[in-house]
C-alpha cells in the first residue's frame, strides 16, 4: 500500500468515542452487558436446535447458522472496542485492521446472503406447503447454507483485495473498528474506478437481495390472504414477521453504510449506526425469533426438564 503515514509503526488509530469521554465509561458497561447477552440468546438458540429433535427442521438450521454468524460478527467488533474505551489501547496495526475488514465484512456478506435462503424457506412453508419437504430437503438446505459462507467470503476477498491497492495517507480512523467507509475516507489519491467496482460489488450483495427478500414476501403476504383461518393467517404472519424484523433491522442498517456515495458519508453517524448492527441487532435477533415462538419455548422446557430429571 503506497504513502502509507508509518509515523505510528504502520499502525492506525482508532478514534472510537474518546470524542465524548464523558460517555465512555456508561458505553463501556452498556456493551458489556449487550455482548454477554448477545454470546447467551444465540448460543442457546444453537445448543437448543441441535438437543431438541422437534427443532431438526430447515427454519431451525438456517436460524442456527444465523445464530453462529452473529457470534462471530460481534466477537469480531466487541472486544477491540471494549479495549479501545477502557483506553487501554486505541491503535491496530496494519495486518490487524485488514483482518478485521476481511472477517466483519465476509459474515456480513453471508448473513446477508443466508437471510434471502431463509426468506425462501418461509415462502415454501407458506405458499407451498404441500410441497415443503420436498423442496427444503436436508440436502438443498445445506448446500444453501455452503453457498451463502462462500458467496460472504467471496464477496470479501474481492472487497478487501480492491481496498488493499489503494494508497492511503492517514492514520486515524473515526471509528471503533475497521470498516469500509472508513477505509474509503483515508484514501488519498482518485480511486474513483476502484470505488466503483466496489459499489456493484456492495449492489450485488446488498440491493439484489433485499430486492429478492421483498419479492419473496410480496408472495407470501398473497398467500397469507387466501388463508381463510384466522388462526393460520396468525400462525402464517407470526412464523414470517420475525424474520421480516430481522431483515428489516439488518438491510436498513447496511444500505445506510454501504449504499451511499463516499463524499455524504457521516463518520460520526457511522458510528453509531455501526454500533446498532454490530451489537443491538445481533442481540435482539435471539429475542424476535423466541418471545412468540411455541416451538422454541417447548425445547427449552424439555431440555430444562431432561436436566433436571438427570440432575
Same mark, same amino acid.
Given at each position: 500500500?503506497?504513502?502509507?503515514?508509518?509515523?505510528?509503526?504502520?499502525?492506525?488509530?482508532?478514534?472510537?468515542?474518546?470524542?465524548?469521554?464523558?460517555?465512555?465509561?456508561?458505553?463501556?458497561?452498556?456493551?458489556?452487558? $449487550?455482548?454477554?447477552?448477545?454470546? $447467551?440468546?444465540?448460543?442457546?438458540?444453537?445448543?437448543?436446535?441441535?438437543?431438541?429433535?422437534?427443532?431438526?427442521?430447515?427454519?431451525?438450521?438456517?436460524?442456527?447458522?444465523?445464530? $453462529?454468524?452473529?457470534?462471530? $460478527?460481534?466477537?469480531?467488533?466487541?472486544? @477491540?472496542?471494549?479495549?479501545?474505551?477502557?483506553?487501554?489501547?486505541?491503535?491496530?496495526?496494519?495486518?490487524?485492521?485488514? %483482518? @478485521?475488514?476481511?472477517?466483519?465484512?465476509?459474515?456480513?456478506?453471508?448473513?446477508?446472503?443466508?437471510?434471502?435462503?431463509? =426468506?425462501?424457506?418461509?415462502?415454501?412453508?407458506?405458499?407451498?406447503?404441500?410441497?415443503?419437504?420436498?423442496?427444503?430437503?436436508?440436502?438443498?438446505? @445445506?448446500?444453501?447454507?455452503?453457498?451463502?459462507?462462500?458467496?460472504?467470503?467471496?464477496?470479501?476477498?474481492?472487497?478487501?483485495?480492491?481496498?488493499?491497492?489503494?494508497?492511503?495517507?492517514?492514520?486515524?480512523?473515526?471509528?471503533?473498528?475497521?470498516?469500509?467507509?472508513?477505509?474509503?475516507?483515508? %484514501?488519498?489519491?482518485?480511486?474513483?474506478?476502484?470505488?466503483?467496482?466496489?459499489?456493484?460489488?456492495?449492489?450485488?450483495?446488498?440491493?439484489?437481495?433485499?430486492?429478492?427478500?421483498?419479492?419473496?414476501? =410480496?408472495?407470501? %403476504?398473497?398467500?397469507?390472504?387466501?388463508?381463510?383461518?384466522?388462526?393460520?393467517?396468525?400462525?402464517?404472519?407470526?412464523?414470517?414477521?420475525?424474520?421480516?424484523?430481522?431483515?428489516?433491522?439488518?438491510?436498513?442498517?447496511?444500505?445506510?453504510?454501504?449504499?451511499?456515495?463516499?463524499?455524504?458519508?457521516?463518520?460520526?453517524?457511522?458510528?453509531?449506526? =455501526?454500533?446498532?448492527?454490530?451489537?443491538?441487532?445481533?442481540?435482539?435477533?435471539?429475542?424476535?425469533?423466541?418471545?412468540?415462538?411455541?416451538?422454541?419455548?417447548?425445547?427449552?422446557?424439555?431440555?430444562?426438564?431432561?436436566?433436571?430429571?438427570?440432575?
Amino acid at each position: 500500500m503506497r504513502n502509507f503515514n508509518t509515523s505510528l509503526g504502520g499502525r492506525f488509530i482508532l478514534v472510537g468515542f474518546s470524542d465524548w469521554p464523558q460517555l465512555e465509561l456508561i458505553f463501556f458497561i452498556y456493551i458489556l452487558i $449487550f455482548y454477554s447477552l448477545t454470546l $447467551f440468546g444465540n448460543t442457546a438458540i444453537i445448543a437448543l436446535s441441535r438437543m431438541d429433535v422437534r427443532l431438526h427442521t430447515p427454519m431451525y438450521f438456517f436460524l442456527s447458522h444465523l445464530s $453462529f454468524l452473529d457470534l462471530c $460478527f460481534t466477537t469480531s467488533t466487541v472486544p @477491540q472496542l471494549l479495549i479501545n474505551l477502557h483506553g487501554l489501547d486505541r491503535t491496530i496495526n496494519y495486518g490487524g485492521c485488514v %483482518a @478485521q475488514l476481511f472477517i466483519s465484512l465476509s459474515l456480513g456478506s453471508t448473513e446477508s446472503l443466508l437471510l434471502v435462503v431463509m =426468506a425462501f424457506d418461509r415462502y415454501a412453508a407458506v405458499c407451498r406447503p404441500l410441497h415443503y419437504a420436498t423442496i427444503m430437503h436436508p440436502v438443498l438446505c @445445506q448446500a444453501l447454507a455452503v453457498v451463502s459462507w462462500l458467496g460472504g467470503l467471496l464477496n470479501s476477498l474481492i472487497q478487501t483485495s480492491l481496498m488493499m491497492a489503494m494508497p492511503l495517507c492517514g492514520y486515524r480512523m473515526n471509528h471503533f473498528f475497521c470498516e469500509m467507509p472508513v477505509f474509503l475516507k483515508l %484514501a488519498c489519491e482518485d480511486t474513483g474506478g476502484t470505488e466503483a467496482k466496489m459499489f456493484v460489488a456492495r449492489v450485488v450483495i446488498v440491493a439484489v437481495p433485499a430486492i429478492l427478500i421483498l419479492g419473496s414476501y =410480496a408472495q407470501i %403476504a398473497r398467500a397469507v390472504l387466501k388463508i381463510k383461518s384466522m388462526a393460520g393467517r396468525r400462525k402464517a404472519a407470526g412464523t414470517c414477521g420475525s424474520h421480516l424484523l430481522v431483515v428489516s433491522l439488518f438491510y436498513g442498517s447496511a444500505i445506510y453504510t454501504y449504499l451511499q456515495p463516499k463524499g455524504n458519508y457521516s463518520e460520526s453517524k457511522g458510528k453509531f449506526v =455501526a454500533l446498532f448492527y454490530t451489537i443491538i441487532t445481533p442481540m435482539l435477533n435471539p429475542l424476535i425469533y423466541t418471545l412468540r415462538n411455541k416451538d422454541v419455548k417447548g425445547a427449552l422446557w424439555r431440555v430444562l426438564g431432561r436436566a433436571t430429571a438427570m440432575g
